[in-house]
């Protein structure tokens, strides 16, 4: 049976194991540029033998990296350790979005109405933005004529991401949208994603106080395209 003096002695090792390697790694991380065996058994105080066999434990657990440091002389450089630098989380907008579609669509009692409404207070307050000064608008012409009307609107969807080209024909004014930010949603269920579409595009207007009016929106009229279709004065 294992007595408490082995069990005593078992945990101080362990715990003098790891305040070495707290030691190196605390030295390590005050130096950038990185330090070698040598330059660390002399900050620390610990052995070269034993510095050897710590950072190998934590080249193990990923907390410091191996480098080639600088040649001051012929033959291989100097390895030298660095402090592993933590890699930041990747931005995951596609899964919020869907969470907060799929909250519209199970509690909202007209979930493409909601997001309609959303986009259209998020064109809005993004178009005043700009008319003060801030972005996403700034640098496009302040006139509250029909070509300064379009032009901040498809900017903001340019910004938004949408890829728009602007059509002016007979017929009437399009939008043509050549990639939607929101395909993945899309492909699912589109009332959210194309109601967030419309209402964008309804409340850049809106807050230009234009008569142009988005009166339809047809989502993937092939796989790459939707068109928006507009209607009103465009004249300056």
């Not at 002016?168 to 993945?184: I, K, M, N, Q």
């Amino acid at each position: 049976m294992l007595g408490p003096n082995v069990t005593g002695s078992g945990a101080g090792s362990r715990s003098r194991a790891g305040q070495r390697r707290a030691d190196l790694l605390a030295a390590i991380a005050q130096a950038p540029a990185g330090l070698g065996i040598k330059a660390l058994a002399e900050a620390t105080g610990i052995h070269e033998n034993t510095v050897r066999f710590h950072l190998d434990r934590l080249l193990d657990e990923g907390l410091v990296e191996r480098r080639a440091g600088t040649s001051t002389g012929p033959g291989r450089p100097p390895l030298t350790f660095v402090a592993r630098q933590e890699r930041p989380g990747r931005d995951n907008y596609e899964l919020i979005a869907q969470v907060l579609s799929d909250s519209l669509n199970s509690s909202a009692p007209d979930p493409a109405r909601a997001a309609r409404e959303a986009g259209r207070q998020w064109g809005r307050s993004r178009i005043r933005d700009g008319e003060r000064g801030r972005t996403p608008a700034g640098g496009v012409a302040r006139g509250r004529g029909g070509d300064a009307v379009l032009e901040r609107l498809t900017h903001l969807l340019r910004e938004a991401g949408f890829a728009p080209e602007l059509v002016s024909e007979d017929a009437g004014t399009t939008v043509r949208v050549h990639r939607c930010p929101f395909l993945s949603l899309s492909q699912d269920d589109q009332a959210v994603p194309c109601g967030v579409h419309l209402g964008l595009m309804e409340g850049a207007l809106e807050a230009q106080g234009s008569t142009l009016q988005v009166t339809r929106l047809e989502p993937f009229v092939t796989p790459s395209l939707c068109v928006a279709h507009l209607e009103g004065a465009t004249g300056g």
